[in-house]
């Protein structure tokens, strides 16, 4: 099911402190990517690195590090994830499935940065399940029954722990976003759900800076900014 112009009429929000956020330059891809979940195609080597961080002291879980990086092309989106993990856990594994209760990585995508009301959310576990949606903010109202087209999503197991590589198509945004050209911002965060109750522990990109784990504050997303 597609959104369109209902897209365009969430109420638009003062722009957050953009010093306040992390910044990540998405470089052009310089070759062709195979998404395998290997993480061995030339063109990984030359984007920049994330390493997450851990926001709540208060969780018990281990801190295993996680580092993502982004590139894109004309096509889509590319974004890979390199997880230590010493116990990985997969219970979900159907489309749509609560991934996020596995051990997960997830990107909260907003193509329309003078609003904080709407963006997509990717769930995907250590097993290459997704669960995508349209989130609706303020309230957290779900749209489940939006299915991203194209989305191609795959994951390996290493020693010491897992990776996982996806390409999103650009068509996906075009309710509020065309695809980007050099020196166009979006807003993103990235995160990982690692371990299992009750010693489990989230890591973000960008500090959503709330008293308990929840990764789900736009006015927090960092930027995205496209480069040649």
């Not at 050209?181 to 965060?189: L, S």
Request: proline share 8%; charged share 20%; aromatic share 10%.
């Amino acid at each position: 099911m597609r959104l369109h112009l209902v897209l365009l009429c969430a109420a638009a929000v003062p722009a957050f402190c953009q010093s306040s956020v992390p910044r990540y330059e998405v470089k052009r891809a310089p070759s062709a990517i195979t998404v395998d979940g290997k993480l061995d195609d030339k063109a990984w080597e030359t984007a920049n690195k994330i390493d997450l961080i851990f926001p709540w002291a208060a969780q018990t879980g281990a801190k295993q590090k996680t580092t993502a990086r982004l590139l894109w092309d004309d096509n889509n989106l590319y974004v890979s994830y390199a997880c230590d993990d010493a116990d990985i856990t997969v219970t979900h594994t159907q489309h749509d499935d609560p991934t996020y209760l596995d051990d997960a990585v997830e990107i909260f995508i907003n193509p329309l940065p003078s609003q904080t009301s709407v963006y997509y959310g990717l769930e995907m576990n250590a097993g290459a399940v997704l669960y995508d949606y349209i989130m609706f903010q303020p309230g957290g109202h779900l749209f489940k029954q939006f299915d991203l087209r194209g989305v191609k999503l795959a994951t390996t197991r290493r020693d010491g722990g897992w990776n996982l590589e996806v390409s999103i198509p650009w068509p996906n945004f075009e309710a509020l976003s065309k695809p980007p050209k050099p020196g166009t911002t979006w807003t993103a965060n990235i995160n990982r759900w690692d371990g299992t109750e009750p010693h489990r522990r989230m890591s973000n990109w960008s500090d959503p800076q709330t008293p308990t784990p929840n990764p789900h504050v736009p006015q927090r997303f960092g930027e995205l900014v496209f480069v040649q």
